[in-house]
């Protein structure tokens, strides 16, 4: 009698002491509704588990000074070429007669002798293609 007391006892207890609940399911990824401040942790932790290279991939301080001079040099040279187009156009500032600007990869023609219109030319020199964009003036 003293054990079916002591059983019933344990077993009556013991499921009042464990109690559970339910599972819930929260993502961690951002993209499936995880909280937005876990995106940068995980693409860090994603890059730095990463153990393959792209092998076309080139390294931006790898890349040789005068080479990043010489494409500096043509982007303020084209800069300012369309900086002096859109004066032209749209200001009324004078070009002039034109002219031909050649840079390391594009040769520029700007052709002025349409009142109307400004044309400009610009020749791709390593695939000989060319482009003719007219403008017209207000």
């Known amino acids: 009698m003293n054990r079916f007391i002591i059983f019933f006892i344990l077993f009556t207890t013991i499921p009042l002491l464990s109690i559970a609940s339910e599972l819930v399911y929260k993502p961690i990824?951002?993209?499936?509704?995880?909280?937005?401040?876990?995106?940068?942790?995980?693409?860090?932790?994603?890059q730095a588990q990463d153990k393959f290279k792209d092998p076309d991939a080139t390294d931006r301080f790898s890349r040789d000074p005068f080479d990043n001079f010489t494409e500096n040099l043509n982007r303020q040279v084209l800069n300012q070429i369309a900086?002096?187009?859109v004066d032209q156009v749209?200001?009324?500032?004078?070009?002039?007669?034109?002219?031909?600007?050649?840079?390391?990869?594009?040769?520029?023609?700007?052709?002025?002798?349409?009142?109307?219109?400004?044309?400009?030319?610009?020749?791709?020199?390593?695939?000989?293609e060319l482009t003719t964009i007219e403008i017209p003036y207000f």
Do not use: M, Q, Y
């Open 90 to 128: 749209f200001e009324g500032d004078e070009l002039g007669e034109g002219g031909s600007f050649v840079t390391d990869g594009f040769t520029i023609d700007i052709i002025t002798s349409n009142p109307d219109v400004l044309v400009v030319e610009i020749l791709d020199n390593t695939t000989s």
């Open 29 to 46: 990824n951002p993209s499936f509704g995880g909280a937005p401040l876990n995106g940068g942790f995980l693409l860090n932790s994603a």
């Open 83 to 85: 900086r002096r187009i």
